[in-house]
């Protein structure tokens, strides 16, 4: 797992990531089993989400990150897949997707509007894993236009889970973003 809580680039998160997958790579080949790494920007014959979601990293938000519960969507991960016997992780529940549920404003601050505003997950499902439509045609192409390289990341930086984990942004997390009084409770 890779982050950046100054906002740095992509890059340096993916590079930290690459960096600890070789060396978990590395260290399990010696310890006599077989280990590949899918890690940014290639190799990867893995979809990362999915399998961070199920690891209990975290969970998919709108904004087609995995959210995690200590840096938010501001992390770059990459995987290694081997054959040790390891525990199996459950996928956590820590709220993030309710929350996005009602949130949108990834959706809102999107400049090429790639993230859906829809309400729910429902009939949103590829390869059996629901969730929020992005056209990642439309992201990608506002990125490589009006920012080549360095990337848009508004909907990284402005979600709500990717402040620092303090208690202003613990508040942020559970007080409802259209009625943040409390007063119209259903």
Known sequence: LGGNPQYGGSYDGYARARMAASRLTIFLKQLGYPARQHVPPFHYDVIVPPIAVEAGVGTLGRNA??????????????????????????????????????????????????????????GMELRG??????????CYNYWMEALEPLGCRLCITNCVYSRKNNWVHGIGRVVDPVDPTGLMAK
């Open 65 to 122: 990150c995995v959210i995690t519960p200590e840096a938010g969507p501001n992390m770059r991960m990459a995987v290694v897949t081997t054959n040790l016997e390891m525990t199996v992780d459950k996928p956590i529940d820590f709220g993030a997707e309710n929350f996005c549920q009602d949130c949108k404003i990834c959706a809102d601050m999107c400049p090429s509007q790639a993230i859906s505003h829809a309400e729910n997950t429902k």
């Open 129 to 138: 894993y629901q969730h929020w439509y992005m056209d990642t045609s439309k």
